[in-house]
């Protein structure tokens, strides 16, 4: 009986950072307090320019912070991570659990090997990463909630020979 796996979606979780908010909050309250003290400010580039990176900055965050990301989607054919294209599971050879360096940090993730030759279109990210801890075809465990990379890994380890 083939079994018939829904698309599973899974998403990156941030940790909130607060403190970016609330210092841009801060440089937004005193750039704006500057217009009360000296109102010809208004006319002044400089004023426009600290104003826009405040809300430039307030958007971001939000951004990361509001919005969800998708980090993977699974189906019974393919695998699909970040926004690169999906990669079939019949050109996976196997996964292996493994640590990546990352600013002085050992993260941990689940690095997806391919069988030589592999006919697939590698988007510029892939390509720099090839060669790097994180491979073409990386997952970032440490950025899921822990449900989320307990459930990946299942369902890797399900699809394909893991190693590690």
């Known amino acids: 009986m083939k079994s018939t796996m829904l698309p599973q979606v899974f998403y990156y979780r941030f940790k909130t950072n607060y403190v970016w908010l609330i210092l841009t909050l801060l440089l937004l309250w005193s750039v704006l307090s500057l217009l009360d003290c000296v109102p010809k400010f208004i006319y002044w580039w400089e004023f426009w320019g600290m104003l826009g990176s405040c809300v430039y900055s307030l958007a971001l965050w939000a951004f990361k912070y509001l919005k969800k990301h998708k980090m993977a989607v699974i189906d019974d054919k393919y ?20 640590t990546a360096h990352c600013c002085f940090k050992k993260l941990p993730i689940i690095a997806i090997r391919t069988k030589k030759p592999i006919k697939y279109k590698f988007n510029p990210l892939q390509r720099l990463c090839a060669k790097s801890d994180f491979t073409a075809f990386s997952i970032a465990l440490y950025a899921l ?16 020979i893991l190693l590690g």
């Open 79 to 98: 695998i699909k991570i970040d926004h690169c294209r999906p990669l079939p599971w019949r050109l996976v050879a196997c996964a292996e659990m493994k």
């Open 145 to 160: 909630s822990e449900d989320d990379a307990k459930k990946i890994t299942e369902i890797i380890a399900q699809k394909t």
